[in-house]
């Protein structure tokens, strides 16, 4: 019985140690500018516009690559000829996907998808066919 309790405490004590001791060795989280320097060009330019979306002349669209609303939302546009941005944040190295994340926030604080400003700043939150419509076909 003692033996048990012995080893039962020993576990906790190495689970204990291990959490410390891994958390001690995580790579620390690199400069953005050697994380930017590995992007394309393009990957850059919607990057730098995703965070001043407001400096784009047209629509511009956070969005997931496996979103299916974002997809709807994408042949919504085209469809209507109506000229958009858009940038997959999941596609991004974590670093800038948690800064990707925390701008979309400011526009949208449930953090859902697709969250599209429009180029007059009004914000629409989701595939909401009716709503696009009316702001953006005239």
Sequence with gaps: MAATYLLVIIGFLLIIFG???FKSKRIKDEPIEDILSR???EEQTLYKMA???ENVPNTFIY???TCHHCKKTREFLDENSVPYTIIYIDKYPKQLYKNLLDRLKIYNPRGSYPTIRLANGQIITGFREHALREALIK
């Design 51 to 53: 965070l001043k979306p």
């Design 39 to 41: 992007l394309t060009q």
């Design 19 to 21: 959490i410390f001791y």
């Design 63 to 65: 969005a997931l690559s």
